[in-house]
């Protein structure tokens, strides 16, 4: 069994994050915060995940386990890397995402690590 087909099927939104914080950091990504999301505020325009730290830029990332993105998870997104005062961010998800909705995120500083992107470096 492949590490996809154990992501898509056994893990939880916790465990996604960890495993997306551990693949960041094996890329040279620093992690400065990780949120629990057992004490989670759940406000929805506050819901990052992690905050890392990479060649001197900050990102915010959000992690969406069997969940299809949209461009609402984007301009959350956008509102986080405000809210953070960081460079960019990063969308960890492990379903596919179209390359136009890849290329809108981009535009606003939103990289999408989706199905394909994980699968290359897995």
């Given at each position: 069994?492949?590490?996809l087909?154990?992501?898509?099927?056994?893990?939880d939104?916790?465990?996604?994050?960890?495993r997306i914080?551990?693949?960041?950091?094996?890329r040279?990504?620093?992690a400065?915060?990780?949120?629990?999301?057992?004490?989670?505020?759940?406000?929805?325009?506050?819901?990052?995940d992690?905050?890392?730290?990479?060649?001197?830029k900050?990102?915010?990332?959000?992690?969406?386990?069997?969940?299809?993105?949209?461009?609402?998870?984007?301009?959350?997104?956008?509102?986080?890397?405000?809210?953070?005062?960081?460079?960019?961010?990063?969308?960890?998800?492990?379903t596919?995402?179209?390359?136009?909705?890849?290329?809108a995120?981009?535009?606003?500083q939103?990289?999408?690590?989706?199905?394909?992107?994980?699968?290359?470096?897995?």
């Amino acid at each position: 069994m492949d590490e996809l087909t154990l992501i898509d099927s056994f893990l939880d939104e916790r465990e996604f994050r960890n495993r997306i914080a551990s693949l960041l950091e094996e890329r040279g990504y620093e992690a400065v915060q990780i949120e629990d999301a057992r004490v989670a505020d759940g406000r929805s325009d506050n819901d990052n995940d992690l905050l890392v730290r990479h060649e001197g830029k900050t990102y915010t990332v959000q992690t969406f386990l069997n969940r299809t993105v949209t461009e609402r998870e984007i301009r959350e997104t956008v509102l986080d890397i405000d809210a953070e005062n960081a460079d960019g961010g990063i969308l960890a998800v492990n379903t596919e995402v179209s390359e136009d909705l890849k290329k809108a995120a981009a535009s606003e500083q939103v990289e999408i690590w989706d199905r394909a992107v994980l699968e290359e470096i897995l």
